[in-house]
């Protein structure tokens, strides 16, 4: 893939324009293939199954929370000055933090297990001697992400339970509307109890019925369910953007819209092939190797996860002043709200935009090993024409990480900024209202294409099966 060429150029040539169209055909001829096929139509009106007992769980009201008071809260707060804090998670949650129901942690205590195990595997020595076993050791590791996931549910479900009461989880907009009423007839705690255990509970569902799509459905399930909760959430934050701005923005946001998520698919797939030569070997009277293949090292090597390390990272001041009376704030608390907390502000928008390359260079150096990989090139006879196995090798790859990781990492910054300038733009006094760039869209279009490949890959052995008969 061309890497270098803009996708913005309106001067395409007709066989470009051509095989675009032969791709859109090859994509919608493969979703009726799937349909027609027995197998693959389960596997999908299960996952479509799964993902309705998802939804309903994100719309259930957990006990002792007054369901019409979370209402007049988020009405409040959709006509009001105020923009959450916590209005990213409740984009992943789809809706369900804000209103405290049943599946309001989402995915989000599991996404941060998963990352927290990650890049301890790098520092702890056992965990890194269970990731070389193979299956086992993953087996293993997944049941450390699992309780982790519960621990970490149990904290995120208090602290937000604390929040609500307290009126923070609505911007101090909700003092009127009481979250957890206190004359339900059981005393106040073991309302709060009930309402942390169901919450946490709904965790453990929110991760089974996630490798219940993973084992029975199509797909990543955890990587499906989240994308159906940032989908869950785009037609109503549209809505809000037509109503706030009228219909001319609201066609002008989608056509960059559109815009965006041709330029996002674009740099996706893009992607930097090694070639590697394996040479052949006698053994007996077999010969084995003498192939040629290639190692794709994409241009965006480490997904999503820098963002969500940036945000985390921007968030905790936020979260910090969540705690001082806004009344009565200090001057390096007045510089903290007005320059970490505001999404408007460019020193904001500039520590975001460093955190994120940052950390797209520390996850992508902790997750590719050069050295691993040349070794194991090595190991098997394989070397990259024009450069000697073992140490040449992997200082070539760490060479080629390197250049493609800085055009990288400057693309997850720019897509993920991009909300905060349509934020000023708008003019709006409600970040929420632009869930178009950033991470939303990285999640989506990535969990989209690999569905589709998933689909497409378990066609092609179908078709295998019946060619070999």
Not at 9 to 37: C, E, G, Q, Y
Not at 388 to 399: C, N, S, V
Request: aromatic share 12%; proline share 6%.
């Amino acid at each position: 893939m061309d890497i270098g060429r803009s996708p913005g150029n309106h001067h395409v040539p007709p066989r470009l324009l051509a095989a675009a169209s032969r791709r859109r055909m090859k994509l919608l001829s493969a979703f009726l293939s799937a349909f027609r096929t027995p197998d693959l139509r389960k596997k999908l009106l299960f996952t479509v199954a799964i993902v309705a007992i998802y939804r309903l769980g994100a719309t259930l009201p957990s006990p002792g929370v007054s369901y019409s008071n979370v209402q007049s809260c988020i009405k409040t707060m959709e006509t009001g000055e105020g923009n959450g804090v916590f209005t990213l998670l409740n984009l992943f949650s789809g809706g369900a933090l804000l209103q405290l129901s049943v599946f309001a942690l989402g995915i989000m205590p599991y996404i941060t297990a998963s990352i927290i195990l990650q890049l301890l595997t790098v520092v702890i020595p056992r965990l890194e001697q269970l990731r070389k076993e193979g299956q086992a050791g993953q087996a293993k590791i997944t049941q450390y992400t699992r309780y982790l996931t519960l621990g970490l549910g149990v904290l995120q479900a208090s602290a937000f339970v604390a929040l609500a009461r307290s009126g923070q989880l609505f911007n101090g907009m909700c003092d009127q509307f009481p979250i957890v009423p206190e004359n339900t007839g059981l005393p106040l705690w073991i309302t709060l109890v009930t309402l942390v255990i169901t919450m946490t509970a709904g965790t453990g569902m929110v991760m089974w019925l996630g490798e219940l799509i993973t084992d029975r459905g199509v797909g990543n399930g955890m990587s499906v369910l989240i994308f159906t909760s940032i989908a869950a959430r785009l037609p109503s934050e549209g809505w809000t953007i037509r109503k706030t701005n009228g219909w001319d923005m609201f066609a002008l946001v989608l056509v960059l819209v559109l815009v965006i998520l041709t330029a996002v698919v674009f740099i996706e797939q893009a992607q930097r092939r090694i070639p590697v030569q394996y040479a052949k070997r006698m053994i007996g009277r077999r010969s084995y190797g003498g192939t040629s293949t290639y190692i794709p090292l994409k241009v965006n090597q480490a997904g999503v996860i820098p963002v969500i390390f940036a945000s985390s990272l921007l968030y905790l001041p936020q979260l910090g002043l969540q705690f001082f009376d806004p009344n009565n704030l200090n001057d390096w608390q007045m510089w903290i709200q007005n320059n970490l907390a505001n999404p408007r502000s460019p020193i904001y928008i500039s520590v975001y935009f460093l955190l994120i390359i940052f950390f797209t260079y520390f996850y992508v150096s902790i997750t590719f090993n050069p050295t691993e990989v040349a070794d194991n090139m090595k190991k098997y006879g394989g070397f990259v024409p024009g450069i000697r196995p073992g140490k040449p090798t992997a200082e070539y790859l760490d060479f080629i990480l390197s250049r493609i990781t800085l055009p990288g990492s400057l693309y997850l910054g720019l897509i993920s900024i991009l909300p905060n300038f349509f934020f000023i733009w708008l003019n709006s006094e409600q970040y929420v209202n632009f869930p178009f760039g950033g991470v939303a869209v990285l999640i989506m279009v990535g969990v989209g294409l690999e569905t589709v490949k998933q689909i497409e890959s378990q066609l092609m052995q179908r078709n295998y099966e019946g060619f070999l008969r």
